[in-house]
């Protein structure tokens, strides 16, 4: 069963005492954060987007469901206190059967300001898994089956993902310890280059190193999904002519639509397609505008998925939220050193997506796709069939 979740209660590290255990700070609310939108529909369209939903296996192919202090001041402290807060009750209405959950990532700065550490990813890493442990809903997935399974019994599969393959340095065999430690996608580089290759606000971008090649084969042989969302252009080509297995964008959107670094040209789309892998449509606020929908909201970012269906076919295409339970604009401006990916263009700023501000919200996906008139079969798809069948190819 999709829709609603099988949802204990739990609230992150209450198997602790906080004040004694850890250091508490008042987080921002899961549900109701801003004015809720629901994307209108009739009775009877309603009622199949509800069936479809309940029935269709959904996955986010990219999300940080970690919950943000109420004051982004406390957020430093907060995540220096090693411990980030899972958005139990929030994903408990997304209607997901699986998450492909990103964490801190690079802004667990635990011990550094500049993120990306080893130690500071393991140690975010473990914590959550520390955390899942002790609730009943979410599982840790490592394979089709483990999200196929959680769809069925009314839980959702939790895939630990890392951006970047940054903190593993020049060691390769560190690709093998976090796919043991249950890591199922990583991203080549982030915004600045790596050992592996560029990132998006390189001035150049230099393609894959031999150590990147190293990398990528690594993972194809693996088992670990290889994703090329931050990459610089001419590395994630190059990782499409080096992988033998599909590749995904797991968050982006089309740059024909709106010109900024962090969205992807057509010829980088085709070759992802080309390898049999998939693209995940973002709505990080102030991603996936469009000039007809400079304000970001759900009718932005879906005017990209549009655009994608129509350039590489529905089969590569599906949903990459990228969204967090908190200020996500705040929060970008906070950690504008860290998340810069160049210039976002002239657009006016949105306080939040209005649709998707967070997981909690992905049902207007379905809803918006019934409302267009998208088939059954072709919901399906979008939503969690692409990207199943990709994974069908990757994970061993």
């Known amino acids: ?139 840790v997935g490592s394979g089709v089956d483990d999200i196929e399974r959680a769809h069925r019994d009314g839980r959702i599969a939790l895939i630990p993902c890392m951006e970047s393959a940054t903190p593993i340095e020049n060691e390769v065999d560190r690709l093998d310890v976090l796919y043991g430690l249950g890591v199922r996608m990583m991203g080549v580089a982030y915004s600045e280059a790596n050992a592996l290759g560029g990132g998006l606000k390189e001035v150049n971008d230099g393609g894959l190193t031999q150590f990147g090649r190293a990398a990528v084969r690594r993972m194809n042989r693996l088992g670990m999904a290889v994703d090329v969302s931050h990459a610089g252009n001419v590395t994630a080509l190059d990782v499409c002519k080096v992988s033998t297995r599909p590749v995904f964008i797991s968050h982006a959107g089309a740059r024909a639509l709106w010109d900024i670094p962090r969205m992807k040209p057509d010829h980088v789309i085709k070759a992802i397609a080309d390898t049999g892998g998939v693209i995940g449509i973002e709505a990080a606020p102030h991603t996936t505008l469009t000039t007809t929908h400079p304000m970001h909201s759900l009718e932005s970012v879906m005017e990209h998925f549009e655009y994608c269906v129509d350039l590489v076919g529905i089969d590569h295409v599906s949903f990459g939220p990228d969204t967090v339970f908190g200020d996500h604009v705040g929060f970008h401006e906070a950690y504008a050193a860290h998340m810069d990916a160049g210039d976002e263009g002239e657009h006016p700023r949105a306080p939040y997506v209005e649709g998707l501000e967070n997981a909690s919200e992905y049902p207007n996906v379905v809803r918006w796709l019934v409302g267009r008139g998208y088939s059954d079969q072709d919901i399906r798809t979008a939503i969690g069939g692409s990207t199943l069948r990709a994974l069908r190819d990757v994970w061993v």
């Open 1 to 139: 069963m999709g829709g609603a979740k099988q949802y204990d209660g739990y609230r992150s590290f209450d198997y602790l005492e906080a004040g004694i255990d850890y250091r508490a700070f008042e987080l921002a609310p899961q549900i109701g954060r801003v004015e809720p939108f629901v994307f209108p529909l009739d009775d009877e369209q309603d009622a199949r987007a509800r069936a479809l939903l309940e029935t269709s296996v959904a996955i986010s192919l990219h999300d940080h469901c970690g919950i943000m202090p109420t004051d982004l001041a406390d957020n430093d402290a907060y995540v220096r206190e090693g411990r980030e807060h899972y958005g139990y009750e929030g994903l408990a209405v997304s209607g997901l059967d699986a998450v492909f959950e990103n964490m801190m990532d690079g802004t667990a700065t635990i011990t550094s300001k500049m993120g990306w550490k080893w130690t500071d990813v393991i140690h975010d890493l473990g914590m959550h898994l520390a955390d899942i442990a002790h609730q009943s809903m979410i599982v």
